[in-house]
């Protein structure tokens, strides 16, 4: 073999020829002599062993570091500031009220970070103190501020002081009694309850307590080093399992009427087939904003208080348990089996309406040079629907704020108008010019009246939109005047203060009948203008022969807002009612619209042209 110590071939050759008729025999080979080199060959086996033993000991030095310094040295150093507590103790199931008085179950404060202090109502210099620290702990944490919330747990009889109402905007109040707050926060021996300021983590549980005489820098570096160590925590508060399976049940919803499109056209062109899948979704999304207003005047739209999906689930199924401990607490509250259905049946509609919207955009792209429809309108659309989405979430975590609520539904409204205004141009579209039917130009001034009353219906929508999410359809139960009064006492300035939580003022304070009584007024008062507006378009389209039936559409809609916004006042609110009214304002929505979308306006001198070809490429 090439490299072995073998005798050199000619030697070889010889020793072969010499003994190739010799029998066998045994040979017998004298021992290996302890020369140089063996002694090297031993001497490297030691030395393998001695860092063989070496890599082992290295490797078990931390483990034999640690038990020795637990089982031996003990240390009771640490670096948290903070106590930390063992065992934790989970949140208890208590019901409280907040500073307006409205009920406000424990465990809605959990899946944020908590820094709580406990001190009377009345409030001392102590309690104060307490109070600015947690607010500028919090504010000091930066970025991570949001993950953290400041709760005061006061205690005792009477109202929380007036001059703490404007120290207390951002923090979570709630009212418990003493004994309650002690059976799961106890102070450390020889203290008592409010000397103490208290950590509980997302899940509720109670882990941390702060000595009485806390340095709040010291505190600080505590709450980064918690921020720090639960960064991966809200990740799994954002999962997208939920969501994935959201985006599923979307696809399941659109399946059926994908199908019944396919089927239905068969035979047809593409481009009818973009058409009816375009009317089918302006359809389903009439529906869809009817189904909004189910949820939110049914008081479900917190009825799965996070999002996408419930309690972290796909569906209420999954969410039971979360459910049931929500229902023994507030049996009546905002989270039930069925508020919690009402809440994900729309999101599951409204994730169908999108992948509808989604399939009409690729459609449109895909037939892009058969039609003369510019794919980027559907394009348009489809961003329009996922900001929708955007809007659907923000009001579910921001807590059905009133100002991101009423644009939720502004937002629907300008959804169908995005999807009349294609559905009729993609049907104009499939027929040549020459036999296409001319629509009827609008005079320059029928078209000025349209923008008017256009204009004036989107205002009311804003505005019965604002009525709705405040709660102000019961602040005038008598028709036509408001409590007993033509004019009655009514507060503008918080009533249309627009960046504000529900059922308070800008500075926090509980926001006033008067208030509410200015929301229904004005929205009252300004139907009687659109009713008049409407009316007089009716009567002016009526006066044009092919554009009578659209007249009758808006007059029997003006006729519809009126008696459905009567019943609301008169028959306190029923549901069938306020849902029906606002199925009439998404009618005059599409009705408006495609008055605006069939019919071109006649070129004059003084208004500017609006050609047949709007939404042409």
Known sequence: MPGSKSSPPSEATANSAAHFDEPLSLTVHSMPQLGSEAVHQSGS???????LLFLLLVSLAPVLASYFTYYVLRPEGRRNHGEL???????????????????????QLKDQWLLISVADIACDDSCEKHLYLSRQLRESLGKDKERLDWVWLPTGDGEVPERLLPGLTGAQVVRLAEADIGAWLQPAPGNKLADHLYVVDPMGNWMMRFPATAEPAKVRKDLERLMRGSASWDLELYDMGPTAQLMLMGLLVAGGPLVWVWRKSRGASPGRRLQLLTALTLFLTFDLVLFGAFTRLTDSGLGCPDWPGCYGHASPLGAAGHINQAVSVLPDGPVTHGKAWVEMIHRYLATGVGVLILAMTLWAWALRRQLSVSPWWPTLTLFWVCLQGAFGALTVTMKLFPAIVTLHLLGGMVLLALLRTQALHFGQSLHPAATRTPPHELQPGLYRLWLVVTGLVWIQIALGGWVSTNYAVLACSEFPSCQGSWWPDMNFADGFTVWRALGVDALGHPLPFSALTAIHYVHRLSAYLVFIGIGLLAWKLFQVKSLRSVAKWLAMLALWQFATGLSNVILDWPLLAAVAHTGGAAGLVIVLTGVWAASP???ASTVPTVSSQRLHA
């Open 45 to 51: 086996t030691r030395s393998a062993k001695l860092k």
């Open 85 to 107: 507590i063992e065992p934790q103790r989970d949140m208890p199931a208590l019901v409280g009220k907040d500073v307006r008085g409205q009920t406000l179950p424990l465990h």
């Open 601 to 603: 306006v006649q070129e």
